[in-house]
């Protein structure tokens, strides 16, 4: 069973910094899928719909990013290739909302930030960043 855990999250100032982490377990990567097999993160604002904000692709280890927190966040994983990892700078108020890991076990296939190219989802860890 595939699982996936959200955590970091917290109550930051502007400009400051969090590391997400989604900790993920019962699946393994073969190189096979016809997709790209992938760890993606979106966030949920109070009122908003579900964005991505940045995707890991397990196979040849690519990232991508939204224009809202391109140049400021950093998708990777630990060597074990059991976590990934956002690491966000530069917090701005407008960042707020509940993150979420997503895995696609088999791959998105043409667009990484579609909600429905992933099939599990975490629980979401609460951001909140403060003016």
């Known amino acids: 069973d595939v699982q996936l855990q959200a955590s970091g999250g917290g109550l930051v100032q502007a400009g400051g910094s969090l590391r997400l982490s989604c900790a993920a377990s019962?699946?393994?990567?073969?190189?096979?899928?016809?997709?790209?097999?992938?760890i993606g993160w979106f966030r949920q604002a109070p009122g908003k719909e579900r964005e991505g904000i940045s995707c890991?692709?397990?196979?040849?280890?690519?990232?991508y990013y939204s224009h809202s927190v391109k140049g400021r966040v950093t998708i990777s994983r630990d060597n074990a290739k059991n976590t990934v990892f956002l690491q966000m700078n530069s917090l701005k108020p407008e960042d707020t909302g509940v993150y979420y890991c997503a895995a696609a076990i088999e791959g998105w296939g043409t667009t990484w930030n579609d909600r429905s190219e992933y099939d599990y989802w975490g629980q979401g860890t609460l951001v909140t960043v403060s003016s």
């Open positions: 019962g699946f393994t990567f073969n190189g096979g899928e016809i997709g790209w097999p992938a």
């Open positions: 890991f692709v397990l196979s040849d280890s690519s990232t």
